[in-house]
């Protein structure tokens, strides 16, 4: 079990889940490096909003947020959101991550991040029939009012049911 783990673990006794993960997020030092700040987190842990805010710390030489700023501050956020809405009865990873820059970003930059119940539904559906499945999930990087778009995220997330992900790597072994 991990540091962050046992951390949610003992704080959602006392802390409600939502604000744990904003500040769990928030005050862990390998996201901190992002530049990126959770700023909301619905209740519910469906929907989250970043922002990458633009200073010294992550302008490159044309003056625009660096992409390695952009893409760190938004790449964890769905497979720790998904692992934290379905429980602990699943695998969850990150596959795969693809980012298309579309302009450069010399402002602050929005991302969201949102899970349906019908999506988390079908999720689970579909690893109870086939015990593995990988879905997709695309982030746009934004400014506030969210009209101009600045770049694309494309996660794959690979999702199992844990019993079986177990007895797949014992038999590879």
Excluded at 6 to 11: L, V, W
Excluded at 66 to 89: A, C, E, H, K, R
Aim: charged share 30%; net charge positive; aromatic share 12%.
């Amino acid at each position: 079990m991990s540091i962050y783990k046992k951390i949610a673990e003992i704080g959602t006794k006392f802390i409600p889940k939502s604000k744990l993960f904003k500040h769990g997020f928030n005050l862990s030092p390998m996201y901190r490096r992002s530049t990126g700040r959770v700023i909301n987190v619905s209740q519910d842990l469906l929907n989250v909003v970043v922002r990458i805010p633009i200073s010294y710390k992550n302008r490159n030489y044309v003056n625009s947020i660096f992409g390695g700023s952009l893409f760190s501050s938004v790449d964890p956020i769905p497979m720790v959101q998904l692992i934290n809405l379905i429980g602990d009865d699943y695998v969850v990873w990150d596959k795969s991550a693809e980012i298309y820059f579309k302009r450069p970003a010399k402002e602050h930059v929005y991302a969201d991040f949102n899970y349906t119940t019908e999506e988390l539904e079908d999720i689970k559906q579909q690893v109870a029939e086939k015990k593995e499945i990988e879905i997709k999930k695309t982030t746009l990087l934004t400014t506030k009012d969210r009209n101009t778009i600045f770049c694309e995220v494309h996660k794959t997330i690979y999702v199992a049911d844990k019993a079986y992900y177990k007895n797949k790597r014992n038999r590879k072994k």
